[in-house]
């Protein structure tokens, strides 16, 4: 290759994208015409809820929102989160200097370590993962330290086993419950370690809630900012994607300690110029619903969770009922590996679902469902399964 178009290291040293394979597979089987069952991505297949569809339309009418957004988004939208996490979590936050717009969560996730991560500094990233925490880590030329999410220990990190000279080295722990991939839900004991251990070594805890409206039997999640002293040692990035079927809009937000996100402002003032400000309007439309408008969403995804995980048990796999999200983690028979089940799932049932070892090794012997069909479609999936004996069962 031409030296002038050379990636640099920073894009080549990307782990692999190991889910390229499966995709190619998915795409041969579209156009054999297969029946394909897709369960492999993580995006909601209902619209956005109305009256936000009907807010943002006015809002694109209006020309003062033709113009460039503040940086740190309207007063009235972060006032807008502020009222929501008040009334969802019991948690205050000041609106001017506690809340922070994102284009989507993902990026303030992965602009954050370009704000405080230095070459030797450490990031301490959950395994199996979203993926952001480690590529915002490399770009930042940090070092990503992986923590195993195991099933023996409730898919939360071992604090006890992460030496003390790389909490020392430490600049940033994140933390993602509701966790994808897994579905699982943190402890309050796990959160005060967490916090008390943030606190001890001065590293910035930067807790990742996508999920925490997406849950089951009304048991609502914490927000990480509701426990004692974690206000004062970190931040939580939050988005309206999941809640209210809107991965499309681009918008999110970070709340909590104000001199992080002082520092995350930074790096987004000289990298982008925030939220168009007709989707923060519906954005303030939609956090400003009442909690029960979400209560047949989850009733919807309660009724795919109650018809898969029965049925992917009763054909030789063993499936983790969610806590919240929309993922459901299923470990394999012993022998099987998480890429040769993708590919059976695929090639043999006209089934997508992702490989848990594209999360991270730990993932290894895994694989995750995302329940973003209808209960028939998920009765179809288990019922291919089990005609062709995929898992023994
Ligand atoms: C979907 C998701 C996000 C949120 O993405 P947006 O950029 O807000 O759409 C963040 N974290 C995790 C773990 C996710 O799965």
Not at 180 to 192: R, S, V, Y
């Amino acid at each position: 290759m031409d030296a002038k178009t050379r990636f640099a290291k920073r894009i080549t040293s990307l782990p692999p994208y190991l889910f390229a394979r499966i995709d190619e597979k998915k795409r041969e089987a579209l156009s054999r015409g297969v029946d394909l069952i897709n369960l492999g991505i993580g995006d909601p297949d209902t619209p956005t809820l109305p009256p936000v569809v009907a807010s943002a339309q006015v809002a694109v009418t209006r020309p003062e929102h033709h113009q460039y957004p503040s940086y740190e988004g309207m007063l009235s939208f972060r006032t807008a989160v502020a009222d929501w996490y008040k009334r969802r979590f019991s948690v205050s936050l000041d609106p001017k200097s506690e809340v922070v717009g994102l284009i989507g969560s993902k990026e303030g996730i992965g602009h954050l370590p370009l704000a405080f991560v230095d070459p030797g500094d450490v990031v301490l990233i959950p395994e199996p993962g979203y993926p952001v925490y480690h590529a915002g880590t490399l770009f930042a030329g940090g070092e990503s330290v992986f923590m195993p999410i195991l099933e023996k220990n409730g898919f939360m990190p071992d604090f006890d086993r992460i030496p003390e000279a790389v909490f020392k080295r430490t600049k940033i722990m994140f933390l993602n419950y509701p966790n994808n991939p897994t579905g699982a839900l943190a402890t309050d004991a796990f959160f005060e370690k967490a916090i008390a251990l943030a606190s001890r070594y001065g590293f910035i805890l930067a807790h990742d809630a996508a999920y925490s409206e997406i849950y089951y039997d009304g048991r609502p999640p914490k927000s990480f900012l509701s426990y004692p002293g974690a206000k004062e040692v970190g931040i939580e990035f939050h988005s309206l994607s999941k809640t209210y079927n809107m991965t499309g809009w681009r918008v999110g937000f970070a709340v909590g300690n104000a001199s992080v996100l002082s520092g995350l402002l930074k790096v987004k003032s000289n990298m982008d110029s925030g939220i168009f400000q007709a989707l923060q309007e519906a954005s303030i439309t939609a956090l400003s619903l009442a909690d029960s408008v979400l209560d047949p969403l989850r009733a919807l995804y309660q009724e795919r969770r109650d018809v898969l995980v029965p049925g992917l048990n009763s054909v030789g796999l063993r499936a983790f009922s969610p806590g919240a999200s929309f993922y459901l983690w299923a470990a394999l028979p012993t022998g099987i590996t998480s890429e040769a089940a993708a590919l059976s799932l695929l090639d043999r049932a006209g089934i997508v679902a992702t490989p848990g070892n594209g999360f991270g090794p730990s993932g290894e012997g895994y694989v995750r469902f995302a329940l973003t069909v209808g209960p028939d479609r998920l009765k179809e999936a288990v019922e291919r399964i089990r005609t062709h004996r995929l898992f023994g069962a």
